[in-house]
């Protein structure tokens, strides 16, 4: 029987959190304590030579172990902040391991966040080139599949472009056509792929199915798209809290996932308009499900329910198109609604903060988890400022008392929406005299 091609042992990954104990001191407070507690004073700062003052520990991942065989696609999910982009980092060799063994049979190349991989002043051509190289790859080799990678990233007119000055879409369409053409053995790709289009997320996906069904690669794939995961992968891991809570066939894991409390959040907020998804034109700032005027994960599938988002429009002037994109538990889109508010189409935003909320009316969705990715939108040329998928989730509860879409019957409903339609009879008396 062959080894696996991956063999994760034992991994743990310890981060020393230090925390600033309040804000600026001046000199003379700090002599004063001195003179007050010298004592206190030198066992402060003594604490603080061996590192013990102020500092927690996070486990960002805790005792995880997996193999995978050769020419296998995993899926890796888990909510924001699970240890899933850890672990990709861990694979790829970027931040060593806390505890544990990893064995990497045979050749890795990887796709994390945007910006790490290439160099921003040198042209796209130029970084086709050197990541080939850092791969092992000879000029000649890097040629021959060059004019693939540039056809494949579909931005011909900017290979000689500095990457500095490509948008995050243009960055990601290369950095995938690159790693996806070098031939790897090992394939890590984490989340970025939102950045790109629609039609150039399906390519990728076509692309990564290729090299794992014909050319026998192996792909390791972090997405919150479960509709990506279940097409691409056969097996998946989901991670909460740094640990590995289950693992198996890709339905199965996708399952628990969406009906555990983990995937149930029903508001996300960024805090840190900095680090908030967008741009300079505009940033999401949070997202929230509301039912009655709570935030809720559950919802009566009878009663109207609002998706709101909160967003900072940071450069005024430029007519946006905030969108929500529902899917359900099985990753079926079920539809995709853009702000038709007659008062904001076609009117320019100035600088500000916004909260733009969709309402579905009741007795339209079917009951399930639905999952709704947040995103805005500038047309003429479309632009994609940010995208959000699986921003937040929420459960539809359905009645059984006759009261919604189902009437009396108490079985499985298939279908991605539910509404109760209007519906006319007309009866024709039949007259049966000969």
């Not at 970025?192 to 289009?197: F, I, M, R, S």
């Not at 740094?242 to 009906?259: F, R, S």
Request: hydrophobic share 40%.
């Amino acid at each position: 029987m062959s080894q696996p091609i991956i063999s994760v042992k034992n991994i743990s990954k310890k981060y020393n959190i230090t925390h600033q104990q309040g804000g600026y001191v001046a000199l003379r407070d700090v002599l004063t304590n001195i003179a007050k507690s010298p004592f206190a004073f030198l066992k402060h700062k003594a604490k603080q030579a061996i590192g013990k003052a102020g500092k927690e520990e996070f486990w960002a991942l805790k005792d995880i172990n997996f193999e995978v065989n050769k020419g296998e696609a995993i899926g890796i999910i888990g909510a924001n902040g699970a240890g899933k982009s850890t672990l990709l980092k861990i694979l790829t060799g970027i931040t060593p391991p806390t505890t544990g063994e990893i064995i990497m049979r045979g050749k890795v190349a990887s796709l994390l966040e945007v910006g790490t991989g290439f160099h921003p002043e040198l042209t796209g051509r130029e970084n086709v080139f050197l990541n080939g190289a850092i791969m092992g790859m000879g000029k000649k080799e890097i040629s021959d599949k060059f004019n693939s990678i540039v056809e494949f990233a579909g931005i011909k007119k900017f290979i000689d472009t500095p990457v500095k000055r490509y948008s995050s879409g243009m960055y990601v369409r290369l950095a995938f056509a690159v790693a996806s053409h070098m031939e790897p053995d090992i394939l890590l790709v984490d989340e970025v792929l939102a950045v790109g289009d629609a039609e150039f997320q399906k390519k990728c996906l076509g692309k990564m199915d290729e090299v794992t069904k014909q050319a026998g690669r192996t792909i390791l794939f972090v997405s919150h798209n479960m509709g990506a995961i279940q097409k691409l992968c056969k097996k998946c891991i989901l991670l909460n809290k740094g640990e590995i809570i289950n693992a198996g066939p890709t339905q199965n894991v996708i399952n628990a996932y969406l009906h555990s409390e983990v995937c149930s959040a029903a508001s996300k907020e960024w805090t840190d308009i900095t680090k908030a998804p967008g741009n300079d034109i505009v940033r999401l700032c949070a997202v929230r499900v509301k039912q009655k005027d709570k935030i809720t994960n559950a919802v009566d599938i009878r009663l109207p329910v609002g998706i709101e988002m909160e967003y900072e429009v940071i450069k005024p002037g430029l007519m946006l198109s905030p969108n929500y994109h529902f899917l359900n538990e099985d990753g079926v889109y079920a539809f995709v609604s853009g702000n038709q508010d007659p008062e904001w189409q076609k009117k320019s935003y100035q600088k500000g903060k916004y909260i733009s909320t969709a309402w579905i009316h009741g007795n339209f969705l079917s009951e399930g988890t639905m999952m709704v990715g947040a995103a805005i939108t500038t047309f003429n040329p479309t632009v994609v400022h940010f995208f959000e998928q699986n921003a937040v989730s929420f459960r539809v509860i359905d009645s059984f008392d006759g009261s919604s879409a189902r009437g009396d019957y108490m079985g499985a409903i298939p279908g991605v929406v539910r509404p109760i339609l209007r519906w006319t009879t007309q009866f024709n008396e039949i007259n049966n005299k000969v």
